[in-house]
Structure formats: structure tokens, C-alpha cells
């Protein structure tokens, strides 16, 4: 099972920025397609931002679109969630999660995909 650990979390005034970072310890990383989720308090868990293993190919939520960029560093086993242009309706909880399937990018952002979870980061955007 991949251990996944996410960073960058914080408070942020509407309007700003964050970085989210994920990381693995695990030599074979560029072989796992990565997706940022979201979870708020009493909402299902959604997709954010998905990235496949090469880098070559991502997707996006529609809430995020123009927003929130994902993109990947397998050199240094890390991949980032740009954040700009922060809503009060980005709080949540951050997930990063990983598959080792092949994935067309249409299924990508499928939660379901997914079999190894990071425990999460908290994203709250208020003033």
C-alpha cells in the first residue's frame, strides 16, 4: 500500500492562494495516476484535480476549473495543488489519493479508482 502524506494546508482570506503538496515514498511513483479530492463537513467527497502518472494528461472538477492547477515532480516523488482565487466554498479537507491503474483521462477524477489515501489537509477559506 502506498503511504501518501499531504502538506500545505492552512487559513486563507477569500481570494488567496495555497500550494498543497503530496509525497510517497515510493520508487515506482510515476506509475500511480494522482488525484486531489475534497471532503466538507456533511457533503460527499469530490473530485478536485487528477494528474496521470507521465504528467501528460489531467483533470479538473468544474468547481475548480481556471483556478486550481495540479501538476507533478516524479523526479522528487511530489505532486502540487496550485491554489489561486480561494472561495469560502474551497473549505475542506484535502485528500491525495493513488492508483497504479492506467486510466483514461475521462476517468481520472473518478473517487472509486483510487486505492491508497493520504489522512488529509485542512484547507479553510475565510476572512
Known amino acids: 500500500q502506498l503511504q501518501l502524506k499531504e502538506s500545505g494546508g492552512g487559513l486563507v482570506q477569500p481570494g488567496g492562494s495555497l500550494r498543497l503538496s503530496c509525497t510517497a515514498s515510493?520508487?515506482?511513483?510515476?506509475?500511480?495516476?494522482i488525484g486531489w479530492f475534497r471532503q466538507a463537513p456533511g457533503k460527499e467527497r469530490e473530485a478536485v484535480a487528477c494528474?496521470?502518472?507521465?504528467?501528460?494528461?489531467?483533470n479538473y472538477g468544474d468547481s475548480v476549473k481556471g483556478r486550481f492547477t495540479i501538476s507533478r515532480d516524479n523526479a522528487n516523488n511530489m505532486v502540487y495543488l496550485q491554489m489561486n482565487g480561494l472561495k469560502p466554498e474551497d473549505t475542506a479537507v484535502y485528500y491525495c489519493?493513488?492508483?497504479?491503474?492506467?486510466?483514461?483521462?475521462?476517468?481520472?477524477?473518478?473517487?472509486?479508482?483510487?486505492?491508497?489515501w493520504g489522512q488529509g489537509t485542512q484547507v479553510t477559506v475565510s476572512s
Open positions: 489519493a493513488a492508483t497504479r491503474k492506467s486510466l483514461v483521462t475521462f476517468r481520472l477524477c473518478v473517487r472509486d479508482e483510487y486505492e491508497d
Open positions: 515510493e520508487f515506482t511513483f510515476h506509475y500511480y495516476a
Open positions: 494528474i496521470s502518472g507521465a504528467g501528460s494528461s489531467m
